[in-house]
């Protein structure tokens, strides 16, 4: 299912972001602004990442260590923009503090599907990594991984938030696939990237860094950029394509896996 990204909640985000001088997005100092507090609490690693929560006139951010969302870590700060969505975005907010919006847990890389979900991570994207800045950044670099990681690295973003980012509004088309257990979880890539399908749909390709790591029982973790026929990668390959490659960086943990493909 595509989600069209809005152009007023980007606006909204990045008007925010804007404001300070920091690449690095300030969340304390918004949260200080709007008066919000923010409980950081061992919620188990079953349940959410984080959820709002409207209750006798305030809002109240909640967010589990158990799942890694620890103060300024990277995946907390992009839990808590994503919280933030939640409270700055009107019909998120109103429909919170009407009772319309049940208080809902918010799981990473869970939520594509869900169209406040998918806003509110839009709304933490350009809060996190507003695009002039962010497209600043990147210049006219030639596109490797080390892209990716030194854009990271910068904005205090993890590396798939970043090439989220990057798939957006980067300088070169790129594809970002997710994986677990041989099985892809979610894939998104840049509008002019040239092929649309995977060749096998919900299962990895088997000639690929990350299909070599699922398929070859995954001793060690993979971190490496290789090259890769599009035509052992993706459907609809046309007679002139076939001799068409690209790279595909992956990295690896236990059970997952992501890959960054783009074409020299
Ligand atoms: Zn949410």
Known sequence: MIKKNSPRIKRLAEYIALQFDEKITP???????ENLDVFY???ECDTFDGMTVYDNGNFYIHLNID????PGSDRGRFTLAHELGHYFIDAHR???QKGLLEPHPSLTNQKQ????EHEADYFASCLLMP???FR???GNKKFSFKVIDYLKTEYKVSRTACALRFADIGNCPIL?????????????????????WLINDNIVPLYTVMGDYFNNNHIAEVFRTEQVWAIDCFKYVRDEDVQRKFYEHCITYKDSALSIFWED
Do not use: C, Q
């Open 27 to 33: 969340l304390e100092r918004i949260l200080e602004d």
């Open 41 to 43: 609490d061992n919620y």
């Open 67 to 70: 799942k890694h969302n620890h």
């Open 94 to 96: 109103i429909g919170l």
């Open 113 to 116: 599907y869900y169209t406040i």
């Open 131 to 133: 695009e002039l800045r």
């Open 136 to 138: 600043n950044d990147i």
């Open 176 to 196: 970002v696939v997710y994986a677990e257990k041989n099985i892809v979880k979610w894939k998104h890539s840049s509008d002019d990237f040239p092929f649309k």
